[in-house]
Protein backbone atom coordinates (compact mmCIF):
# COMPACT_ATOMS: atom_id res chain seq x y z
CA UNK A 1 0.00 0.00 0.00
CA UNK A 2 1.55 3.60 -0.90
CA UNK A 3 0.61 6.54 1.40
CA UNK A 4 0.79 8.77 -1.34
CA UNK A 5 -2.18 8.26 -3.47
CA UNK A 6 -2.56 9.83 -7.08
CA UNK A 7 -5.63 9.59 -9.19
CA UNK A 8 -6.74 9.02 -11.69
CA UNK A 9 -4.26 5.88 -12.61
CA UNK A 10 -4.83 6.11 -16.30
CA UNK A 11 -5.71 8.90 -18.20
CA UNK A 12 -6.91 9.84 -22.20
CA UNK A 13 -7.15 13.24 -23.83
CA UNK A 14 -6.86 15.20 -26.40
CA UNK A 15 -4.48 17.61 -27.07
CA UNK A 16 -7.18 20.64 -26.44
CA UNK A 17 -8.41 19.14 -23.40
CA UNK A 18 -8.00 20.64 -20.08
CA UNK A 19 -7.61 17.68 -17.64
CA UNK A 20 -5.61 18.01 -13.64
CA UNK A 21 -3.75 15.16 -11.80
CA UNK A 22 -4.04 14.92 -8.42
CA UNK A 23 -1.66 13.75 -5.22
CA UNK A 24 -2.55 13.64 -1.54
CA UNK A 25 -0.14 12.70 1.21
CA UNK A 26 -1.14 12.33 5.28
CA UNK A 27 2.27 11.58 6.18
CA UNK A 28 2.84 15.14 7.17
CA UNK A 29 5.22 15.62 4.31
CA UNK A 30 5.95 19.45 3.66
CA UNK A 31 7.99 18.79 0.18
CA UNK A 32 6.14 17.35 -2.70
CA UNK A 33 7.42 16.52 -6.01
CA UNK A 34 6.12 15.78 -9.55
CA UNK A 35 8.24 13.96 -12.31
CA UNK A 36 8.16 12.23 -15.34
CA UNK A 37 8.84 8.74 -16.75
CA UNK A 38 9.02 7.73 -19.97
CA UNK A 39 9.20 3.58 -21.29
CA UNK A 40 12.24 2.35 -20.10
CA UNK A 41 13.61 5.48 -18.59
CA UNK A 42 14.41 6.75 -15.08
CA UNK A 43 12.05 9.37 -13.69
CA UNK A 44 12.77 12.91 -14.33
CA UNK A 45 12.02 15.91 -11.75
CA UNK A 46 9.62 18.07 -13.43
CA UNK A 47 8.31 20.41 -10.23
CA UNK A 48 9.68 20.87 -6.22
CA UNK A 49 7.26 22.13 -3.57
CA UNK A 50 8.34 23.64 0.06
CA UNK A 51 6.08 24.55 2.46
CA UNK A 52 3.23 24.82 -0.16
CA UNK A 53 5.24 27.35 -2.29
CA UNK A 54 7.39 26.26 -5.70
CA UNK A 55 10.63 26.34 -5.12
CA UNK A 56 12.06 24.47 -8.60
CA UNK A 57 10.50 24.12 -12.10
CA UNK A 58 12.76 22.02 -14.20
CA UNK A 59 11.97 23.93 -17.51
CA UNK A 60 8.68 22.56 -17.79
CA UNK A 61 6.75 23.70 -20.64
CA UNK A 62 3.64 26.18 -19.60
CA UNK A 63 1.57 23.58 -21.04
CA UNK A 64 1.77 21.89 -17.45
CA UNK A 65 0.59 23.77 -14.53
CA UNK A 66 0.95 22.95 -10.27
CA UNK A 67 -0.46 23.69 -8.14
CA UNK A 68 -0.31 23.10 -3.94
CA UNK A 69 -3.20 23.98 -2.46
CA UNK A 70 -2.82 22.88 0.84
CA UNK A 71 0.46 20.39 2.91
CA UNK A 72 -1.85 17.71 1.85
CA UNK A 73 -2.93 17.76 -1.74
CA UNK A 74 -0.77 18.19 -4.84
CA UNK A 75 -2.19 19.17 -8.58
CA UNK A 76 -0.93 19.11 -12.49
CA UNK A 77 -2.73 20.32 -14.36
CA UNK A 78 -2.63 20.18 -18.23
CA UNK A 79 -3.58 21.87 -21.10
CA UNK A 80 -2.91 21.17 -24.71
CA UNK A 81 -0.52 18.64 -24.42
CA UNK A 82 1.38 16.94 -27.27
CA UNK A 83 1.75 13.27 -27.87
CA UNK A 84 5.14 12.82 -26.69
CA UNK A 85 3.69 14.36 -22.79
CA UNK A 86 2.37 10.72 -22.55
CA UNK A 87 4.25 9.32 -19.76
CA UNK A 88 3.85 8.25 -16.57
CA UNK A 89 3.16 10.91 -14.14
CA UNK A 90 4.66 10.27 -10.36
CA UNK A 91 3.99 12.10 -7.59
CA UNK A 92 6.63 12.02 -4.76
CA UNK A 93 6.57 14.26 -0.81
CA UNK A 94 9.34 13.74 1.92
CA UNK A 95 10.49 15.51 5.11
CA UNK A 96 11.85 18.78 4.59
CA UNK A 97 15.71 19.04 4.56
CA UNK A 98 18.25 16.87 2.67
CA UNK A 99 18.78 13.34 3.04
CA UNK A 100 15.31 12.63 3.38
CA UNK A 101 13.82 9.66 1.53
CA UNK A 102 11.39 10.79 -0.71
CA UNK A 103 8.25 8.15 -0.84
CA UNK A 104 6.04 8.07 -4.10
CA UNK A 105 2.96 7.40 -5.25
CA UNK A 106 1.80 4.69 -8.09
CA UNK A 107 1.88 7.49 -10.89
CA UNK A 108 -1.34 8.29 -13.66
CA UNK A 109 -0.73 7.01 -16.90
CA UNK A 110 -1.43 9.69 -19.68
CA UNK A 111 -1.89 9.46 -22.92
CA UNK A 112 -2.41 12.31 -25.48
CA UNK A 113 -4.46 11.40 -28.61
CA UNK B 1 24.80 13.93 -19.32
CA UNK B 2 23.89 10.92 -17.39
CA UNK B 3 24.85 12.13 -13.63
CA UNK B 4 23.62 8.41 -12.32
CA UNK B 5 24.37 5.37 -14.47
CA UNK B 6 23.48 1.33 -13.82
CA UNK B 7 25.31 0.07 -16.29
CA UNK B 8 24.23 -3.49 -16.18
CA UNK B 9 20.72 -3.13 -17.78
CA UNK B 10 19.78 -6.88 -16.26
CA UNK B 11 20.95 -9.90 -13.60
CA UNK B 12 19.83 -13.12 -13.27
CA UNK B 13 20.66 -14.59 -9.91
CA UNK B 14 19.37 -17.85 -8.40
CA UNK B 15 16.99 -18.35 -5.25
CA UNK B 16 19.15 -17.96 -2.16
CA UNK B 17 22.42 -16.86 -3.66
CA UNK B 18 23.40 -12.65 -3.38
CA UNK B 19 22.47 -9.94 -5.70
CA UNK B 20 24.55 -7.15 -6.41
CA UNK B 21 23.50 -4.15 -8.18
CA UNK B 22 25.93 -1.18 -9.10
CA UNK B 23 25.88 2.52 -9.62
CA UNK B 24 28.42 5.20 -10.60
CA UNK B 25 28.20 8.88 -10.27
CA UNK B 26 29.77 11.92 -11.52
CA UNK B 27 28.66 14.74 -9.34
CA UNK B 28 30.20 15.84 -6.47
CA UNK B 29 27.42 17.44 -5.01
CA UNK B 30 25.20 14.47 -4.28
CA UNK B 31 25.42 13.94 -0.05
CA UNK B 32 22.51 11.01 0.14
CA UNK B 33 21.99 8.32 -1.98
CA UNK B 34 19.29 6.24 -2.20
CA UNK B 35 17.66 2.42 -3.82
CA UNK B 36 13.84 2.15 -5.31
CA UNK B 37 12.68 -1.26 -6.78
CA UNK B 38 10.09 -0.86 -9.07
CA UNK B 39 6.98 -3.33 -9.78
CA UNK B 40 5.05 -2.98 -12.98
CA UNK B 41 2.00 -0.54 -12.88
CA UNK B 42 3.58 0.88 -9.34
CA UNK B 43 5.45 4.05 -8.27
CA UNK B 44 8.87 3.41 -6.84
CA UNK B 45 9.26 1.75 -3.82
CA UNK B 46 11.74 3.21 -1.41
CA UNK B 47 14.12 0.36 -0.04
CA UNK B 48 17.50 1.97 1.51
CA UNK B 49 19.18 5.02 1.67
CA UNK B 50 22.78 6.08 2.64
CA UNK B 51 24.11 9.20 3.74
CA UNK B 52 27.52 10.45 2.10
CA UNK B 53 29.15 10.36 5.48
CA UNK B 54 28.94 7.11 5.98
CA UNK B 55 30.24 3.80 3.97
CA UNK B 56 27.63 1.43 4.55
CA UNK B 57 24.38 1.09 5.83
CA UNK B 58 22.27 -2.35 6.55
CA UNK B 59 18.55 -3.48 6.82
CA UNK B 60 17.42 -6.82 6.85
CA UNK B 61 18.51 -8.97 3.78
CA UNK B 62 19.67 -5.42 2.26
CA UNK B 63 22.86 -3.36 2.43
CA UNK B 64 23.93 -0.46 0.64
CA UNK B 65 28.13 0.53 0.22
CA UNK B 66 28.98 3.72 -0.41
CA UNK B 67 32.88 3.98 -1.99
CA UNK B 68 33.10 8.00 -2.46
CA UNK B 69 36.64 7.97 -4.26
CA UNK B 70 35.36 5.91 -6.64
CA UNK B 71 32.33 7.54 -7.11
CA UNK B 72 30.52 3.84 -6.76
CA UNK B 73 27.63 2.68 -4.75
CA UNK B 74 26.43 -0.90 -4.63
CA UNK B 75 23.51 -3.03 -3.23
CA UNK B 76 23.85 -6.64 -2.26
CA UNK B 77 20.72 -8.47 -1.37
CA UNK B 78 21.34 -11.76 0.74
CA UNK B 79 19.57 -14.10 0.81
CA UNK B 80 17.87 -13.32 -2.77
CA UNK B 81 14.12 -14.43 -2.98
CA UNK B 82 12.00 -14.51 -6.09
CA UNK B 83 9.77 -11.42 -5.03
CA UNK B 84 13.23 -9.24 -5.10
CA UNK B 85 12.22 -10.05 -9.16
CA UNK B 86 11.68 -6.23 -9.87
CA UNK B 87 13.60 -3.19 -11.58
CA UNK B 88 15.96 -1.46 -8.85
CA UNK B 89 17.12 2.27 -9.09
CA UNK B 90 19.31 4.15 -7.72
CA UNK B 91 19.17 7.79 -7.00
CA UNK B 92 21.31 10.35 -6.55
CA UNK B 93 20.06 13.51 -3.72
CA UNK B 94 21.29 16.91 -3.58
CA UNK B 95 20.16 19.21 -1.35
CA UNK B 96 18.20 22.15 -2.82
CA UNK B 97 17.09 24.87 -0.47
CA UNK B 98 14.64 22.94 2.02
CA UNK B 99 13.93 20.42 -0.35
CA UNK B 100 15.97 18.03 -2.43
CA UNK B 101 16.59 16.73 -6.05
CA UNK B 102 16.99 13.13 -6.94
CA UNK B 103 18.43 12.22 -9.71
CA UNK B 104 17.56 8.74 -10.73
CA UNK B 105 20.20 5.81 -12.75
CA UNK B 106 18.43 4.23 -15.79
CA UNK B 107 17.77 1.05 -13.57
CA UNK B 108 18.69 -2.71 -13.29
CA UNK B 109 16.11 -5.79 -14.04
CA UNK B 110 16.78 -8.54 -11.37
CA UNK B 111 14.86 -11.75 -12.11
CA UNK B 112 15.57 -14.16 -9.07
CA UNK B 113 15.11 -17.69 -10.58
CA UNK B 114 14.11 -21.10 -8.59
Known amino acids: DTEVTQTPKHLVMGMTNKKSLKCEQHMGHRAMYWYKQKAKKPPELMFV???????INESVPSRFSPECPNSSLLNLHLHALQPEDSALYLC????????????FGDGTRLSIL | DQQVKQNSPSLSVQEGRISILNCDYT??????FLWYKKYPAEGPTFLISISSIKDKNEDGRFTVFLNKSAKHLSLHIVPSQPGDSAVYFC?????????????FGTGTRLQVTL
Open chain 1, 49 to 55: YSYEKLS
Open chain 1, 92 to 103: ASSQLGGRQPQH
Open chain 2, 91 to 103: AASVRTGTASKLT
Open chain 2, 27 to 32: NSMFDY
